[in-house]
């Protein structure tokens, strides 16, 4: 995908600081709206599924990664400095 968009959602999450809930989803532009809908259904994934979702670099989607960890709306289950890092949503659906 192109560096705009990765760049409009980098904004997007950077805009506020304030915790992202479920009802926020609908706030946000794609590809990333889907990719938390996607979180949210499976609770757990992996860099590669996020990274497979967003359409963008792997190092692109481990930034937004750390930017949903920092608003509460991920949890890091294994180290995010490993190759394959784990992930789990704080909510269900």
Same mark, same amino acid.
């Given at each position: &995908?192109?560096?705009?968009?990765?760049d409009?959602? $980098? /904004?997007?999450? !950077? @805009?506020s600081? %304030?915790?992202?809930?479920?009802?926020?989803?609908? &706030? *946000?532009?794609?590809p990333? #709206?889907?990719?938390?809908? *996607? $979180?949210?259904?499976?609770? =757990? *994934?992996?860099?590669?599924?996020?990274?497979?979702?967003?359409?963008? +670099? #792997?190092?692109? @989607? =481990? #930034?937004?990664? %750390?930017?949903? +960890? %920092? =608003?509460?709306?991920?949890? $890091?289950? +294994? @180290?995010?400095?490993?190759? !394959?890092? /784990?992930? %789990? +949503? #704080? *909510? @269900?659906?």
């Amino acid at each position: &995908m192109s560096d705009g968009l990765y760049d409009q959602i $980098i /904004q997007e999450l !950077e @805009s506020s600081k %304030e915790a992202i809930h479920p009802a926020d989803v609908v &706030m *946000f532009s794609e590809p990333l #709206r889907s990719t938390l809908d *996607f $979180i949210l259904n499976n609770k =757990r *994934f992996n860099l590669t599924e996020l990274t497979e979702k967003l359409q963008f +670099t #792997r190092e692109q @989607s =481990r #930034r937004i990664a %750390e930017l949903l +960890t %920092e =608003r509460n709306f991920l949890n $890091i289950l +294994t @180290s995010p400095y490993e190759e !394959e890092p /784990q992930y %789990e +949503t #704080r *909510f @269900s659906k």
